[in-house]
């Protein structure tokens, strides 16, 4: 029996503890091919994938790999049938070099049953080259990027003879230069035959490199074809099940009054003479590369790690943040790049979440006011569309986009002036992601103001007034009106 | 899972989730695991019921108690405290020596003395994890060992007994038939629940365990947090040195060696993660109660204390692993 497609899953369904989380998945791919998997946070997506990779057990429906049926009860199983997947969420031995976490589990021997190092050695360089990707084998792997690291993975799937390659979310934490790296190795994947499964909420991304597609929503299989046969307006209002108002909702007014002046800002090799101003009612976008120094230098004006050179005022008078806690009663505000690491207490409830930086206002003398508390959390539920059972439900068990709206409650919660936003739509779908720049359009209004960095393009383009562009830690840039092009964000940061 | 929560959500919140079996299980199984301990004991031995066998229990437990509660704390937030045993042993010396019944310090002065000498030594501890980053664990190692020298240079080796008799109403007196170290025991607990439940400190506690960089970054004094709970872990220990001192007529160099084990014991197996940000006080009452009914029940059964070790130790063991996999079912 021969198959036209490398992996035929149909009818897959999975319930978590009688909660039902994929009533009908559905993905059939065929080799040589990149395969979007879209759908907002919540339509099954990662069920599937777990499946497919024997992380979860399915309670039906079938999985064929070239025409046969098969069954992983482990991740390692599906690795060892062609099967391998790429996302954040794993963990390589970041003490080991790029060779041996390549081989990690099955590094060649000698004939004495040691560790063959030469032939790891050996066999890592040309398993590099043969992908173009310029590496040292015997590099530690936690001083690389985080693209390298991906790149070591991809090297690694294909090294264990994966035909199938699942990647989530594989963009959202690199940069653009990076972007480029890994689809061009993408590509050449393709031309060994491989199949890839791959997740996006990036819409550029999924028509610069998809074949195919298929939608599901709400745990159910819509639709799937080829990419070339739908547009992207179709494509969205599929995802989504209804029709959307314009992506980027900006209706906000810079103002003449100055809110912000920074004047030659700089820490150590992180960033250097970094000179800014930022006007009531503005949106002001920094645009730069992983490791340009804009998120150091949020850091910095947050008071997270202090500036050691220059100055900054706030409508005039000296601003000087030492801790978090000046800049907080400043009236700054700060939603980071990485949510579950420095946003949020997973653990913790949404109210606790919520309330985490203004404890005060919601206690008397030291003790906390449930009550009280409860009444400060429950609006933003309503205002930032946040969907939760109830508000003591924690935040681990939310998708990304609803996770990132209880960090933005967190932060409305203090009433800033200035909110902080790195990366504020990575990981969130499309239409979580409308919700925010809505937000974010609200917010600027009035004496309050935004300061967004953003490595997606389109983002940085269609939400900010200005662009500042920083390289190599100094702004290498402004932008505004018309200058505001692609070409230009791209030219002036790389 | 994600998927599962927006998928049957809806967008007001409305109520609690629904308790079933299996929540039920996570948030009292230690509450039924006791239950049933104290029917087996009572069911195997005629004498576990008594009123006087209890009340032994629970003086038995709250030296114990005292020392797992501060240790509970520290945990939360993913620290450790390997001191408390030579802590408590160097507070119950320092204590001992301004009680003696021929000299007159009355009882105020060795109170505060035994308490102070705990803060001190707690407070060390918590200004080198908190202000010099030393690892937790390696701190209070270093501590544990000390403390312990701290205590036999003190005393030049030498126990001091022959205790004032108000000095010993603190191990030895009741208080409507009620032993005070039993009170000194619950009103510590209560104190500490209060605490951890209502208090903007014990919501913080709690939160810089769960994730300190979002906590510091929400402007949360990490490290004062962080300083306070070994402090508090010290002067409990300095409770815990006046209690057993007085308990025992007597303030011995080599007291409380491994008592730091049972403290900790305590804790995980009352569900405290020892990866910080999760965990309850009253787990930890019901884990130190566990241990006591073990140990006691084992007494008389007439169980030899080799084999006490040897069960006590599988009990920690198979608490975490439960937990785990009502984790890993979850």
Known sequence: MSSPYLLHAEGIRKSFSGVPALLDGHLALRPGTVHALCGGNGAGKSTLLNI?????????????????????NSPHAAL???????????????????????????????RLGLIDHRAMQRQTCELLASLELDLAPDAKLGNLSIADMQMVEIARAISQDAHIIIMDEPTSAIGERETELLFSAIGRLKQRGAGIIYVSHRMNELYRIADDYTIMRDGTFIESGAMADID???????????????EYAKFNRPGDNTLLEVDGYGRGSAFQQVSLHLKCGEILGIFGLMGSGRSEFLDALFGAAPADHGEARLEGSPYHPRHPGDAMRAGFAYVTEDRKGSGLVMDASIKRNVTLASIADVAHAGLINESRENLATRP????????????????????GGNQQKVVLAKWLQTNPRILMLDEPTRG??????????????????????????????????GMSDRVLVFRKGRISGELSGSELTQENLVRLSS | MSQSSSLTSSPVPKGKPSHNLASFMSDYGIVIAFIVLCVVLSVVSPYFLGVNNLLNVLRQVSINGVLAIGMTFVILTRGIDLSVGSVMAFSAMVAASFAGASADYGLILPILLGLGAGLVLGSINGLMVARFAIPPFVMTLGMLSMARGLTYIYSDGMPISSLSSHFLWLGQGMVAGI?????????????????????????????????????????INVRRITFSVYAISGIL?????????????????????????????????????????????????FGVLIIGVIN???????????????????????AVMLDRSRLTNA
């Open chain 1, 52 to 72: 497919l990779m024997g992380i979860i057990e399915r309670d039906a429906g079938t999985v064929r790999m070239k025409g046969h049926e098969v069954t992983f």
């Open chain 1, 80 to 110: 060892k049938a062609g099967i391998a997947m790429i996302s954040q969420e794993l963990e390589p031995v970041p003490e080991m070099s790029v060779a041996e976490n390549i081989y990690l589990g099955r590094e060649p021997r000698t």
């Open chain 1, 232 to 246: 992207r307006h179709r494509l969205i209002t599929t995802v989504l099940g209804k029709e959307l108002d314009e």
């Open chain 1, 380 to 399: 933003f539920i309503d205002r930032l569309h946040i969907k939760a059972s109830s508000v003591d439900m924690p935040v681990r068990q939310m998708s």
């Open chain 1, 428 to 461: 969130v779908d499309v239409g979580a992601k409308r919700e925010i720049y809505a937000f974010m359009s609200e917010f600027a209004q009035d004496d309050r103001a935004i300061l967004m960095t953003s490595s997606e393009i389109p983002e940085v383009l």
């Open chain 2, 179 to 219: 032993p005070v170290p039993v009170l000194l025991f619950a009103t510590v607990f209560i104190i500490a629940w209060f605490t951890l439940r209502y208090t903007a400190f014990g919501r913080y506690v709690y939160a810089i365990g769960g994730n300190p960089t979002a906590s510091r970054l929400s402007g």
């Open chain 2, 237 to 285: 220990c300095g409770l815990a040195g006046l209690m057993i001192a007085a308990r025992t007529s007597a303030a011995l160099p080599q007291a409380g060696v491994a008592y730091e084990l049972d403290a900790i014991a305590a804790v995980v197996i009352g569900g405290t993660s020892l990866a910080g940000g999760k965990g309850r006080i009253i787990g930890t009452l």
């Open chain 2, 296 to 318: 006691n029940g084992l007494d008389l059964l007439g169980v030899s204390s080799f084999y006490q070790q040897l069960v006590k130790g599988a009990i920690i063991v198979i």
